[in-house]
T-cell receptor, first 113, second 108 residues
Framework: DAMVIQNPRYQVTQFGKPVTLSCSQT?????MYWYQQKSSQAPKLLFH???????NEADTPDNFQSRRPNTSFCFLDIRSPGLGDTAMYLC????????????FGPGTRLTVT | QQPVQSPQAVILREGEDAVINCSSS?????VHWYRQKHGEAPVFLMI?????EQMRHEKISASFNEKKQQSSLYLTASQLSYSGTYFC?????????FGAGTRLFVKA
């Protein structure tokens, strides 16, 4: 059974057209993460939530926003996508704590044209 | 600060061994290892929490030298299924900072 679900799996959007990616989890984990992964690179953390506590990485562009309306769901909004935002977007969850592993969703492959 | 992984890439024949290293210029309190197959999400392999600790996942094991601020992943008698990119990660609070990855390709 899928534990971290991302929708859609593939998304094509036009330059400047807002897009929302969604993530849901059945693990009841406290922490949810959004990563951006470009081809042949490591996942780059954009932000994370510990419960409702939002933590933005210093180098995450303002163009990227996130919402977590409840424990199960988290959304990534890209307000005005640029060509450089073409990437795989990965959602992950964890219980929190130093020994907690992260469970990744399958990712959304976003293409900005 | 992003941990440094070496080598960047490895090509093996089935049955051969490999070592992937991960080091940090800052103190390491824990090290995570993940494997990502092409087109898929990263999958957790193991966490090492203490200096001197060794962990195992099937025929893959890892060690953690806290004093040297480094961890090594040992792939023994590699199988075709081991192919993928291996990431180490260091933990800061609830965040994991991933290394650039080591691409491993196992051929028959």
């Amino acid at each position: 059974d899928a534990m971290v679900i991302q929708n859609p799996r593939y998304q094509v959007t036009q330059f400047g057209k807002p897009v929302t990616l969604s993530c849901s989890q059945t693990l009841n984990h406290n922490v949810m993460y959004w990563y951006q992964q470009k081809s042949s690179q490591a996942p780059k953390l954009l932000f994370h939530y510990y419960d409702k506590d939002f933590n933005n990485e210093a180098d995450t562009p303002d163009n990227f926003q996130s919402r977590r309306p409840n424990t199960s769901f988290c959304f990534l909004d890209i307000r005005s996508p640029g060509l450089g935002d073409t990437a795989m977007y990965l959602c992950a969850t964890s219980r929190g704590g130093s020994e907690a592993e992260q469970y990744f969703g399958p990712g959304t492959r976003l293409t900005v044209t | 600060q992003q941990p440094v992984q070496s080598p960047q890439a490895v090509i093996l024949r089935e049955g051969e061994d490999a070592v992937i290293n991960c080091s940090s210029s800052k103190a390491l309190y824990s090290v995570h290892w993940y494997r990502q197959k092409h087109g898929e999400a990263p999958v957790f392999l193991m966490i090492l929490l203490k200096g001197g600790e060794q962990m195992r996942h099937e025929k893959i094991s890892a060690s953690f030298n806290e004093k040297k601020q480094q961890s090594s992943l040992y792939l023994t008698a590699s199988q075709l299924s081991y192919s993928g990119t291996y990431f180490c990660g260091t933990e800061i609070g609830f965040k994991t900072i991933f290394g650039a990855g080591t691409r491993l390709f196992v051929k028959a």
